[in-house]
């Protein structure tokens, strides 16, 4: 089936076996679904504008007001993602064990206080250790992603992951315009000293996202059954309304019959508290489609969701298909971290004359490509999904996309472009195949250990974060000579998306989804 318009709006209609939507209410925040889908992206951006606000206005004007040299603000740089790295390592087990709404509520706490506390710093070494703590922040991607693929169904989950994501990066653009404007407009309205301005101008991200994080925690629920806590009891609730029966993990394959009628007197069933899903196909079950009874027994064994054990996660974590992942969000999220850190310095060094502000909203552009870029990598994935039927097809476009990537970066950096037109042309190109790249990677990952998608989500989002601490670092090294950065990272960038193109996409032997 095409895609229809009024899906954006209207009420999805929901999969029996899982209540996951299979479509995206993107401007109905009055469906659940699409309240979930607007907070997931909306709470990442408000993140990633306070992780992205410090390089906007370091180039000039922090740097001149705590006397910066340019290796102390390469080392805040790295240090901002050091701290990512490490939560988003802990956010994917914590998703698994508490949910991510109450992960990604928490995330938001802890990152606003950092942010709120930006006026007090008076020194490098302060400043190295506030963009750790406000580091944070960049954690907030595993939960939204965890989030959006545990309420959208398998036929659009790479482009609502792609969606949410790609939204939510396009705070790292934002910030590019909203903090040298918010700058601008204390300095010149408010009458306040740049000293004081560039302080009190951190007081916006810190409360929006004070207030993002309660509104998480108010409207929205855990999981489209509820409770996060009962969400596969309540899946195996879905199979017995069936007459079936699913076994666990360790005999997926195995079908034991027609499940018999209860124990008289059984008090299983649905949790009192759970949310009731304002949805018109949850409302009139009674015109639900009837499933294949093999069709239905193949999803509600790949959905069902395991209890966090330290065996399962191992398994999940060495196996190949996680490399896969891992290598490849490396490379292409890792160079966009990279790139968003340095691009405005790079635009003021070969165009002087566009000063702080010009530089730094041409860089923005960058990042607020992702709204659009970053979302087409989902929904090309998912189309060769549903045109072949093969995972194969997610992946190669994954490998092609970042292989593409790295081919612009060596071209940028041979060329060094000094004819702006020249210049924007290639930087679009680059966010394109980065961007998409992105977005392809989380079109397939949660098809790969579905049962433990908040641990590889989190490995992967980390291996996105050492990329860019790796790339960062290569930029620290080189001082000035950007030029030289970027192809280096492309070569890097291309050889390993080919030493791991090889790879299954899932796990042999894994039950795929219908």
């Known amino acids: 089936m095409g895609f229809i318009i009024a899906s954006l709006w209207q009420a999805p209609a929901i999969n029996p076996v899982n209540n996951k939507a299979q479509s995206i209410p993107v401007f109905n925040p009055f469906n659940i679904y699409g309240r979930v889908f607007l907070l997931s992206w909306w709470s990442f951006f408000v993140a990633f504008w306070s992780w992205y606000a410090f390089p906007p206005l370091l180039t000039v004007t922090i740097k001149k007001d705590l006397n910066l040299t340019q290796d102390q603000i390469a080392n805040s740089n790295i240090v901002a993602l050091t701290?990512?790295?490490?939560?988003?390592?802990?956010?994917?087990?914590?998703?698994?064990?508490?949910?991510?709404?109450?992960?990604?509520?928490?995330?938001?706490i802890a990152g606003a206080i950092p942010t709120a506390l930006a006026g007090t710093v008076q020194s490098a070494s302060g400043l190295i250790a506030l963009r750790f703590f406000v580091g944070i922040l960049g954690g907030s991607f595993v939960p939204c992603q965890v989030w959006t693929t545990g309420f959208f169904d398998k036929n659009v989950v790479g482009t609502a992951n792609a969606l949410a994501a790609g939204l939510g990066n396009a705070g790292s653009g934002v910030t590019y315009f909203l903090m040298p404007a918010i700058f601008d407009s204390l300095v010149q309205h408010q009458h306040l000293t740049p000293h004081v301005a560039w302080r009190v101008a951190f007081?916006?991200?810190?409360?929006?996202?004070?207030?993002?994080?309660?509104?998480?925690i108010i409207v929205c629920p855990d999981a489209p059954t509820g409770q996060w806590s009962s969400r596969a009891y309540d899946m195996q609730r879905q199979a017995e309304h069936r007459d079936v029966y699913v076994t666990t993990l360790g005999n997926r394959n195995q079908i034991s019959g027609p499940r018999k009628q209860g124990r008289k007197g059984s008090k299983r069933g649905y949790s009192d508290q759970t949310v009731e899903l304002d949805s018109t196909s949850c409302r009139n079950r009674d015109h639900e489609t009837v499933l294949d009874e093999q069709d239905f027994l193949n999803a509600a064994s790949w959905e069902l969701v395991e209890k966090p054990t330290y065996h399962g996660y191992i398994e999940a974590l060495i196996s190949l298909p996680t490399l896969s992942l891992v290598v490849a969000y490396f490379c292409t999220f890792g160079t966009e971290l990279a790139v968003n850190s340095f691009l405005g310095a790079y635009y003021l060094q070969n165009f002087k004359s566009l000063g702080q502000t010009g530089s730094g909203r041409w860089a923005a552009m960058y990042g607020l490509l992702n709204a659009v870029f970053r979302p087409m990598g989902g929904m090309i994935s998912d189309l060769i999904y549903?045109?072949?039927?093969?995972?194969?097809?997610?992946?190669?476009?994954?490998h092609s996309l970042a292989i593409t990537m790295g081919v612009f970066m060596i071209v940028i950096g041979f060329i060094n472009p000094h004819n702006k037109a020249i210049m924007v042309g290639l930087m679009t190109g680059l966010a394109f195949f980065e961007e998409a790249g992105n977005g392809s990677v989380f079109a397939l990952l949660p098809h790969v250990h579905p049962t433990f998608n908040g641990i590889i989500t989190g490995v992967a989002g980390a291996a996105g974060d050492l990329g860019g601490i790796v790339y960062l670092l290569v930029a620290r090294y080189n001082g000035h000579d950007y030029a030289k950065v970027f192809w280096t990272v492309g070569v890097v960038n291309i050889a390993a998306s080919l030493l791991i193109a090889w790879i299954r996409p899932v796990p042999k032997g894994q039950l795929k989804a219908p």
């Open 83 to 108: 701290a990512t790295v490490i939560v988003r390592l802990t956010a994917g087990a914590a998703c698994d064990r508490f949910g991510p709404r109450w992960t990604f509520a928490a995330i938001l």
């Open 203 to 216: 007081v916006v991200p810190f409360v929006l996202i004070a207030v993002t994080a309660l509104l998480i």
């Open 386 to 398: 549903r045109s072949t039927g093969s995972l194969w097809g997610k992946k190669i476009l994954m």
